[in-house]
């Protein structure tokens, strides 16, 4: 399509200003300003740019204080627009920015350059820097802790420090620290390496523990020098806590069903964001699950979540979708302690697994 020329859209903006002007109501729809537009230029009813060239116009009127957008915004045809706008018949609609007036601390003086912070984004900003003004000389402290200090809501500073206020300068000035629970670990005495296994039941917990241990003891080469209790569904919330460990090799082991699936896709996830390496599906004893348990009926058929069985990788999924139909499932207890005794296998750390994105070897 040719550019259009500046001259027309100019002309274009003014012919619209003027017809927005003569409205009886202030507040005028998205779809009341399509069709405006249309009539102006009714060539433009059948232009797959004519949102874009709508844009185009709230934008240059909204430069010029003729009409203030809205903030909610809506998509048409690839186009972002507000859902409405107001007609600015004195210039007091166009309310200054408090912002940029406030007397931010050095920290946060950033707050103060003219963006348009939501009110109730606003006022939390304007608390946190009144506290860092009055309070010089702060203890390292927990974020919840703080947040309770400075915003008497235990999570709200975390949220903003995700957001607008996730810069390291103001984490350091705020002095606070992220915290998070502690996994259940137990260390395989005899083992050099930095492997970490980590289990979803504490029944499983137990036995890998103990047979590890009489692995180790036996002189075989153990990849494991810890076992950790995932807890369920705390998992993605503890992994964390195995960072100061500096673990070589990050391995989980869970039920086979839906709910185990999404929960080592949200364990692989916190550890993408956080300082360990990739939580890996232990192979080896999925495979044995599935070669050993006897599945269990669910309650309910629930679908087989797709970042879990990417997680799992191609084969893995593969044997899990062949084997385990949406109503079944499979209690990792089925490799209890005398499979654990009796197989070497999982001794070892799982290879990195193909995902379903990569090519898989031909077959032989």
Known sequence: MTPADPRHSDELASRFAARLASRPRPRVRLDELAALLVELQPELVVAPGRFARLGEVLAALSAGDVLVPAKNLVARHGVLLPNSVLICRDPVLKRPNPATTYPWVPVLGWCGDGRPWPDATFRKLTRVSDWLARNPGR??????????EILEEDKTLGRLLEGPLGRADVIQELAVEFVHPPMAVTEVGGVAGRGV???????????LVRAATVHAGS???VAWRWIGYGAGRQLGSILPSLADREPSTLAYFGDLDPEGLEIAAEGAAACREGRLPELRPHAALYEALLSTGRPQRRPSRKMWPERGLAWLGPILADRVREILPDD???AQEWVGLERLLADRLWLCPPPRAARHSEQRPASP
């Open 139 to 148: 203890l390292l402290v927990p974020v919840r802790e703080r947040s309770l």
């Open 197 to 207: 296994l980590v289990v979803e039941n504490g029944t499983t917990f137990h036995s």
């Open 219 to 221: 002189g075989l080469d």
């Open 328 to 330: 079944l499932w499979l």
